[in-house]
């Protein structure tokens, strides 16, 4: 079990860009990490996810070409790259661990406590 801080929320235009940052407190080498959002009175969902080593990487078809995850073990954080973002993006995003792939909410285990991301038109 690991503890999670996400940073790099803010507020942004229509077509901007942010980069999310999430830090564990612990390793994740050997954790699928996904990065989530939710909106209030919406269920949390799946924004993309990415294998321990980097080498896969899954998107919601909401984000795809926008959104970019990566991760960097030996700082034990992981990242999304948010462009070209639009109001329908504001939420406040998650990063979370998993020993399964994919973008389900039930199969991760450890969260952070969310960093907000508003985007206005």
């Known amino acids: 079990q690991v503890q999670l801080v996400e940073s790099g929320g803010g507020s942004v235009q229509a077509g901007g860009s942010l980069r999310l940052s999430c830090t564990s407190s612990g390793s994740i080498e050997t954790y699928l990490m996904g990065w989530f959002r939710q909106t209030p009175g919406k269920q949390r969902e799946g924004v993309a996810a990415i294998s321990p080593t980097g080498g896969s990487t899954l998107y919601d078809d909401s984000v795809k070409g926008r959104f970019t995850i990566s991760r960097d073990n030996a700082k034990n954080s992981v990242y999304l790259q948010m462009n070209s973002l639009k109001p329908e993006d504001t939420a406040t995003y998650y990063c979370?661990?998993?020993?399964?792939?994919?973008?389900?909410?039930?199969?991760?285990?450890?969260w952070g406590q969310g960093t907000l991301v508003t985007v206005s038109s």
């Open positions: 979370a661990t998993s020993r399964s792939y994919g973008l389900s909410a039930s199969i991760y285990e450890d």
